[in-house]
């Protein structure tokens, strides 16, 4: 996959991409993420970016040249011209079905917000998928950027050590609706806590039984909501 990211803080994603699982995916080419400076293609002598909004209010908007120039000479720069992502509290919220959708992408192009939005134009112009990391607001897409690259990576093939490993998360493959539950590893006591003897018996039906109920445990104290979801999953 490749994945460009336009950004007015491309050194954001220096320390990032340089470590663990991304690092490791990038130097053995499984991704490559390229950062551009949407500052590159401001138009006047100050290289402004951000505009006050007409009809008043607080804070600055993005305009609509310099992003509008950016991500066409970007989708242009390669092949095939990808499939264009804008981060913002305004779009769908992210989940792991959507990370799945957008990893089956050859090349995606994150944009990047900041100030208080978008001029509505580079929507109407651009139509962007509109990506969406929680219902807070962050002081710019950057993070949400990388939430996303993080969610989809992980899922390309050969990333992982363990081929099975991203399949077995909460809200993949056999857990689609599913927290996922305890999870232990050497002592086999500290402080008075044992680790369930179930887990050290070696039977692996029984093991693989007592997830199951653990994790639908978990996800029923604590997210109802969820439930909700693996019952109309079943009924399907
Ligand atoms: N930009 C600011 N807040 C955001 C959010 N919650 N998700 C995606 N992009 C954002």
Redo the contacts with the bound molecule.
């Keep these: 996959m490749r994945c460009d990211v336009l950004t007015l803080f491309p050194e954001m994603f220096t320390g990032y991409l340089g470590q663990s699982v991304l690092k490791r995916a990038i130097e053995r080419g499984l991704v490559r993420i390229e950062c551009h400076n949407i500052r590159d293609w401001a138009k006047d002598k100050h290289k402004s970016v951000d505009d006050r909004p007409y009809g008043g209010g607080p804070g600055m908007v993005l305009k609509v040249e310099p992003v509008v120039d950016c991500v066409e000479t970007v989708q242009q720069a390669a092949q095939p011209v990808g499939h264009l992502v804008m981060?913002?509290?305004q779009?769908q919220r992210l989940n792991q079905a959507a990370a799945e959708r957008l990893a089956r992408h050859q090349r995606l192009i994150l944009l990047c917000?900041r100030y208080e939005g978008f001029d509505e134009r580079i929507r109407d112009i651009l139509a962007p998928e509109e990506?969406?990391?929680?219902?807070?607001?962050?002081?710019?897409?950057e993070v949400?950027a990388m939430v996303v690259i993080d969610a989809v990576v992980r899922l390309l093939p050969g990333v992982l050590g363990d081929e099975q490993s991203s399949a077995r998360d909460s809200f993949s493959g056999i857990n689609r609706h599913l927290l996922e539950g305890a999870q232990y590893t050497r002592p086999r006591e500290y402080r008075g806590y044992r680790v369930p003897e179930v887990l050290l018996s070696g039977n692996h039906e029984e093991i693989a039984a007592w997830r199951q109920r653990e994790s639908i445990a978990r996800t029923r104290r604590r997210r109802a909501d969820l439930m909700d979801e693996n019952r109309a999953a079943e009924d399907d």
């Design positions: 981060l913002t509290p779009g917000g990506i969406s990391v929680g219902d807070y607001v962050l002081n710019g897409g949400a």
